[in-house]
């Protein structure tokens, strides 16, 4: 029997600037994002990978008419020195609102705000 699967099963992070925010998530993550089509009339979506083999979940950036970011769920990127990403955060137009720091046997994490005023997390195990 395989093991049970991670319970979080997808994300949306809610923008209002796609294109700057778009900007954003790959130049702190250093990875491209795909746009996706949209399944309702009103919403763009560009997504961090559909990948169903990947670990992890999927997830997507959405601009949505009515919805305003800045204020939900948080959401942890996993990265091999959250560090890194998070000097990348500031250097791309965000802010580190907690460096880095040690949650003990878990490994680290940092907080950042992205360009639309959305916090998320990043997490490593160095």
Known sequence: MSAPRNPVG????????MARARAFYEAVLARPLETMESPVPGMEMVTFGMDPEAAGCGGALVKMDGVTPGGSTLVYFSCEDCAVESARAAGAGGRVAQEKFPIGPYGFIALCVDTEGNMFGLHSMA
């Open 10 to 17: 997808w994300f949306e992070i809610y923008v209002t600037d």
